[in-house]
């Protein structure tokens, strides 16, 4: 091989390999909340809600859907533990594509629109209901909380939404 071969199949190796290097690293860094953030989250939601007389659970889960946080407040009943669940993990799934902030966000738009936005087979763990908001940190979404047991979702809402209120200045 001569050397101007050589040298120019080492260029254009170097080449494809700094390409590719800058966008296959092969790792993904993904912010969420610190455990002890997220279990002040739920706390947070929970103390929302008993101040107005609602006892509710709230679930906080990163943007996996994998549950990070979750408090039953005293005397919510046993559904509100998966129907927090489901809220939290749809608004982490169903929200990112059209950037909305809420399961409220997702059920305005679907009822608007019903055949072309509905799935026509139950996707697992989702639910429309109201209750479910979407964690964001520096204008991204890092996650999603899920509150349940308030007398309508829009209450679940209301406290989730004062609880991240609350944390906004420490999510960094």
Excluded at 13 to 24: D, E, H, K, Q, S
Excluded at 142 to 171: N, T, W, Y
Aim: hydrophobic residues 45%; charged residues 15%; positive net charge.
């Amino acid at each position: 091989m001569s050397r101007s071969l050589a040298a120019g199949a080492a260029f254009a190796f170097t080449l494809v390999g700094a390409a590719t290097g800058a966008w296959a690293q092969g790792l993904v860094t993904t912010q969420k909340l610190s455990a002890p953030l997220a279990n002040e989250l739920v706390g947070e939601s929970v103390a929302a809600c008993a101040q107005k007389g609602y006892t509710v659970t709230a679930v906080v889960v990163d943007l996996d859907g994998v549950r990070q946080a979750l408090l039953r407040g005293n005397g919510a009943p046993i559904h509100t533990l998966d129907n927090a669940f489901y809220k939290a993990y749809s608004a982490a799934s169903l929200t990112l594509a059209r950037k909305e902030d809420s399961t409220k966000a997702v059920a305005d738009r679907m009822a608007k629109n019903p055949a072309t936005t509905v799935p026509q087979t139950p996707l697992p763990n989702v639910t429309y209901a109201v209750g479910g908001v979407t964690i964001m940190a520096g204008g991204k979404a890092i996650g999603a909380i899920g509150v349940s047991g308030a007398p309508g979702g829009q209450f679940d809402e209301e406290c989730a939404r004062a609880a991240i209120a609350k944390i906004q200045e420490r999510m960094k």
